[in-house]
């Protein structure tokens, strides 16, 4: 069986188009929740491998809201949603009304929306996949966790090399807008944040074998 760094361009493409289908069904869930435009794409796909497990975010270095949830089914592997500081606080206000200025001084309450939040992206995200490919995936209760971005990052690295050698990392980023017309996701207005999906070399072999074969038979059709 092929490696992941023997993924060719095509099955780059293949992989950015169909995560391209889960996240843009998680943005318009999330939409609905906030009543707010919640834009997302797909900076590019990272391979990396239990010899080169260290992944940079631009957020590797800021105090972030983390949210972790396990991914079962064809998708072995983890979900990280996280928010750096700016962006963590605007979600709450725009979820809670609540204004604080330390994201340490999160409460339970606090905690159990950034909960939520996971749950209806990761959930839209592996709704809209599921559908595509004809398969069943599940997702755990999310951890909420405060910490260094890049903390949290290397935690989930390390956990997915004790599943597989080696691993693909996609990164996303979410950009939750400040009126229902939208912005463009710059940095500069709403909530932008990144989120990662990790899934071991089979995974990815078989989402590849599926997406062939729907390829196929839509054009016999």
Known sequence: MPTLFELNQNDNDQLRELINIGVSHAGDTLSIMMGKRVTVSIPHVSIKNASNATIESGFSNEVTVSVLLRVYGLIDGYVLLFFPRKAALHLLGVLSGKKIGDLRALDDFDRSLFQELGNVITGGMLQGLSKF????????????VVDMGGAMLGSVSASMIQLHEEFLSLEVSVCVAPSPDGVVCDGT???VGQMYLFMGPSAV???????NTIM????AS
């Not at 490919?133 to 909420?144: A, Q």
């Not at 196929?216 to 054009?219: E, F, L, N, V, Y």
């Open 133 to 144: 490919l004809h398969i069943e995936m599940m997702h755990s209760v999310p951890n909420v």
């Open 216 to 219: 196929h038979s839509s054009k």
């Open 189 to 191: 207005e709403g909530a």
């Open 205 to 211: 072999r078989k989402i590849l074998d599926i997406t």
